[in-house]
Each structure stands twice: as structure tokens, then as C-alpha cells.
T-cell receptor, first 114, second 114 residues
């Protein structure tokens, strides 16, 4: 059953705590992305990775960090420096053979602050 | 249709009517566009895509129109059904250095009244 899996579905963070959101894909996609979505808003790009061991900042990278040690995995850490972390986080992946390849999304992680 | 701003544009239609959702993009170098549907609490799902060398593409009950002259994209849904109620996003592939990234519009909330 191919796809992209995010976990957990719901996550709570205490003040000053770092939390890590998991994203795994078995689609053999080179590129992976993290987006943040606030209520009633569009998707904003946090980080993306075109290939293993390489990643670039998106439009709102401050307070976040990522790693890409394996092709299948692209975890996102929300650090204590992110002062407004409550949002819906979406991970996505796509192939890079051509420019016209679709982005496939996970089901999202809702992060809330306790 | 979609527009720049803090609030999500909304479109309300009667069941059985046709819906038209609009999207303006800004980068003339974009050569690939995608429409996504997002239901509440879920990740976006692919609906239909179009390359910049086309001006129209049809799917099942959906049609995408592209006007590169005015940088405008539209999604037409025929015989709209209650299950079509969701937020609809357009996305464009934008060159980013030697890579590409997807940029999303703000989204339009479609409500179908029975």
C-alpha cells in the first residue's frame, strides 16, 4: 500500500519543548516538503529536500529544523524558538524525473501548545 | 475565487449547479499547475493538472483553464455535488535556483447546498 505517512495525527507541545513530526514515504520520491497550514489559510513552505542529505529553507523556516538521512524519511522538528507552533503540518513528496510531477500529501499532523 | 488576503474566499452553490473557482498566479516562468481539494482535517488531494503549453484540460466533471496572458487559472466543476464541498487550492511549479518548488494559492472554500 504505497503512500506517504505522517505521525502522530495529533501532537501537543509544552512551552520550551522541541517536538519532532514524522514523515515517511514508500513512493521512491526524491523530493519531500513540509508545509504549515493555519486555520482558513493556505499552505506555507517550511523546508524542502530535493535529494538525500540536502535540504533548503522555504518561506517560513525560522524555528524549525529538518534532516534527510534517508530517502524515505523527512522528519520536522519544531523547536522552542518557534513561538507560535499551533498549526496543521503537512508533509508531501514528489518525483523529480520531470517538472510536471504531482505532489502527494500525507494526512497531516495537528500540533497544539499546552 | 482566490485572492491575496488573510481571509479564505468562499463560494456557495446549489447542488447540480456548475462551480468556477479562480486563481491568479504571479510567476511567468511557471510551467506546470495543479488543483488540489482539501477536506477538513485531511491532506490535500490531487484533482487535475495542466502544463503551460495547454490552455484547457478536462477530467471527470472537472475542467481546468489556463490563460498565460493574464496569469489566470480556473477550475470548473460540473453538476456540483455535496461531496465537492471542500477547500480548493491551485499550485504552480516555480523555478527556485537549480530546483523547483510548489507555491500554493490561498484556497477557496466551496460550499454546496443540497
Amino acid at each position: 500500500d504505497g503512500g506517504i505517512t505522517q505521525s502522530p495525527k495529533y501532537l501537543f507541545r509544552k512551552e520550551g519543548q522541541n517536538v519532532t513530526l514524522s514523515c515517511e514515504q514508500n513512493l521512491n520520491h526524491d523530493a519531500m516538503y513540509w508545509y504549515r497550514q493555519d486555520p482558513g489559510q493556505g499552505l506555507r513552505l517550511i523546508y524542502y529536500s530535493q535529494i538525500v542529505n540536502d535540504f533548503q529553507k522555504g518561506d517560513i523556516a525560522e524555528g524549525y529544523s529538518v534532516s534527510r538521512e534517508k530517502k524515505e524519511s523527512f522528519p520536522l522538528t519544531v523547536t522552542s524558538a518557534q513561538k507560535n507552533p499551533t498549526a496543521f503540518y503537512l508533509c508531501a513528496s514528489r518525483g523529480t524525473e520531470t517538472t510536471n510531477e504531482k505532489l502527494f500529501f500525507g494526512s497531516g499532523t495537528q500540533l497544539s501548545v499546552l | 475565487g482566490e485572492s491575496v488576503g488573510l481571509h479564505l474566499p468562499t463560494l456557495s452553490v446549489q447542488e447540480g449547479d456548475n462551480s468556477i473557482i479562480n486563481c491568479a498566479y504571479s510567476n511567468s516562468a511557471s510551467d506546470y499547475f495543479i488543483w488540489y481539494k482539501q477536506e477538513s482535517g485531511k491532506g490535500p488531494q490531487f484533482i487535475i493538472d495542466i502544463r503551460s503549453n495547454m490552455d484547457k484540460r478536462q477530467g471527470q466533471r472537472v475542467t481546468v483553464l489556463l490563460n498565460k496572458t493574464v496569469k489566470h487559472l480556473s477550475l470548473q466543476i460540473a453538476a456540483t455535488q455535496p461531496g465537492d464541498s471542500a477547500v480548493y487550492f491551485c499550485a504552480e511549479i516555480v523555478p527556485h535556483g537549480s530546483n523547483y518548488k510548489l507555491t500554493f494559492g490561498k484556497g477557496t472554500l466551496l460550499t454546496v447546498n443540497p
